[in-house]
């Protein structure tokens, strides 16, 4: 059963708002002729940047390797990442910072291309070698693929996408903690969708896996690319439809319906499309008729 630990669905809420912005001054590429460049160097999970001031960090500058990987232009800066190899020390008066850490202390279109880098990276790292025949890959100049040497078979990017659904009845939410999940931290049901399924399957499926409830009445709330699975995150909200919770024990602690005034404990506002599925929920029922918060 293929399952998304909750304690991985954060996802930036300020992200999630500014992630069209943040397309629109980001170009992505394949290549670039370019020697010097603003380097995104990634050491297993973290990002090696410099520290700028108390809170602040900025991404550095300098010449490009021949083993980077271009990703694209900010703002006509052209952009490049590589991955360390463990006994490999980043850029000159640089410093690893977990990448979670580094929401708000970069700009969000460095957050979502430090994203890229770590995905596209790791995507480099896991084809050099073909998955059918076992030769050597290599990089194709036009697309984004590695392509083996002797059979010709490619290996592109490859996102997995999950779900994040919240459930309301009667004016109240469905939260749970999974047994993954830091307790008193209540959270939205999410899980991977599965082969053949289309994404309003997965939400009906893994809400009556995890929780034992029939939905309905399922809209699309928002998405967002979430780099350390790999994965891509598409949020919903839903409405019960029936059944009583019934919490499957490998995956949910326990459950429960919430009004918007008596929330347990849920994730903060940063680095949660859960959280930003809560506050909307919180916003909606604070309304007056005309819309507008109570």
């Excluded at 800066?77 to 979670?100: Q, S």
């Excluded at 499926?205 to 034992?212: L, M």
């Excluded at 009004?259 to 930003?276: C, F, M, N, Q, T």
């Amino acid at each position: 059963m293929n399952r998304l630990s909750q304690a991985h669905c954060g996802l930036a809420r300020r992200a999630l708002r500014h992630h069209a912005s943040a397309l629109v001054t980001f170009i992505p590429g394949i290549t670039s002729s370019a020697t010097h460049g603003r380097l995104f160097v990634l050491s297993g999970q973290s990002l090696c940047v410099v520290q700028d001031g108390r809170n602040g960090a900025r991404i550095p500058n300098g010449p490009v390797p021949d083993q980077a990987l271009y990703l694209g232009e900010l703002e006509g800066a052209p952009c490049f990442a590589w991955r360390l190899d463990d006994a490999e020390c980043g850029p000159p008066g640089t410093h690893p910072v977990a990448l979670r850490q580094l929401f708000g202390a970069v700009s969000d279109e460095d957050f979502g291309i430090a994203g890229r880098a770590l995905a596209l990276t790791a995507w480099d790292r896991d084809h050099r070698f073909c998955g059918r025949c076992g030769a050597q890959t290599e990089r194709s100049r036009l697309e984004r693929v590695r392509t083996c040497t002797r059979c010709g078979h490619g290996a592109y990017p490859r996102l997995s996408p999950a779900i994040i659904v919240l459930v309301e009845r009667d004016g109240r939410a469905l939260l749970a903690r999974g047994v993954r999940f830091p307790p008193p931290f209540f959270s939205t049901l999410a899980g991977f969708v599965e082969v053949g399924e289309s994404l309003e399957d997965a939400v009906v499926r893994e809400v009556k896996e995890e929780a034992g409830i029939a939905v309905a009445d399922i809209q699309y709330f928002g998405s967002q690319p979430w780099p350390l699975g790999e994965s891509l995150m598409v949020g919903f909200t839903a409405r019960w439809a029936g059944g009583e919770i019934v919490c499957e024990p490998s995956e949910i602690a326990e459950a429960g319906w919430f009004a918007p005034d008596a929330l347990p404990r849920v994730p903060p506002p940063k680095l949660s499309i859960a959280r930003a599925l809560i506050d909307d929920f919180v916003r909606r029922r604070a309304s007056g008729p005309s819309g507008e918060l109570g």
